[in-house]
């Protein structure tokens, strides 16, 4: 599995990285048996899994939490925690108490926090610190307030020169790599090319060093996906169709059946 080191120096002639989110135990083994190069615990926790509307309200106790989950059920795989909404970017010397939290308490590798001027010189703090970052521009869904939807970002050159310009100041400040999520991949090429560091696309076309998707989507676990996003499984299916065994089974007196349970006599109660 490869860590921070081996991504940064990730090239043109390398097989595309894979880069998944996972937010608990057997998620993440499987992504670890499946060899996925980086896991994210992301923040998307928050509408997948945790039932909120968006991630805003995701706290560092919650990304803590299932960052922990995902660390132990994996031995070597490159674990990135999410930064929530708030818990960066408004004082660097709390972030950096918040983002250190989740390699020193919870075991993951890495950070990444949804970026921009404001987390230049904390990318900085972060990595002199010893806390690896992954940078994150194009669509910031924690600025869902801001822009009102989470639609395509970069449709315009002026947006498209920001992210460029922002990319290039978080690989000066030490990020390892950079996660572009929705942009048009003609903008992602050139951003790409315009890095050392390697870009990992979600939605930002195939011109990029690794693929990124939610592991919701991938497994179709979720109601409402990106138009970017691709599924492999339909797990949501077979979910339903165990609970409506289980149910059924109930129903009828079928489950249990005499191998599900033992009758023994219990010495003075009879
Ligand atoms: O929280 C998340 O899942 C993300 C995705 C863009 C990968 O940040």
Not at 235 to 247: D, L, N, T, Y
Request: hydrophobic share 40%.
């Amino acid at each position: 599995m490869p860590t921070v080191a081996d991504i940064r120096t990730h090239g043109p002639d390398d097989p595309p990285l894979t880069f998944l989110t996972a937010y608990d135990a057997p998620t993440a083994a499987a992504l670890e048996e499946a060899g996925i190069d980086i896991i994210l615990v992301g923040d998307s926790v928050g509408n997948t899994m945790l039932g909120y509307d968006s991630t805003l309200p995701v706290t560092v106790d919650e990304i803590a939490s299932h960052t922990g989950a995902v660390v132990r059920a994996t031995d070597e795989s490159l674990v990135i925690a999410d930064m929530p909404f708030m818990s960066y970017g408004a004082d660097v010397d709390e972030a950096i108490q918040h983002c250190g939290r989740m390699l020193k308490e919870e075991g993951a590798q890495a950070i990444k926090h949804e970026s921009g001027p404001h987390t230049v010189e904390l990318t900085e703090r972060l990595v002199d610190n010893g806390i690896p970052v992954m940078a994150h521009l194009g669509l910031n869904p924690q600025r869902v307030n801001e822009t009102g939807d989470l639609t395509r970002r970069a449709t315009d050159a002026e947006e498209a020169a920001q992210i460029l310009e922002l990319a290039k100041q978080h690989e000066a400040a030490g990020a390892f790599s950079l996660l572009l999520e929705h942009i048009p991949a003609n903008v992602a090429k050139i951003i790409d090319e315009e890095l050392d560091i390697p870009t990992i696309g979600i939605g930002a076309g195939p011109h990029v060093s690794g693929q990124g998707l939610i592991i919701t989507d991938v497994l179709g676990m979720g109601d409402w996906v990106p138009p970017f996003a691709k599924q492999y499984a339909d797990v949501q299916s077979e979910m339903e169709k165990g609970i409506e065994g289980f149910k059924r089974e109930v129903r009828n007196e079928e489950y249990p059946a005499e191998d599900h349970y033992v009758e023994e006599s219990v010495e003075g109660f009879e």
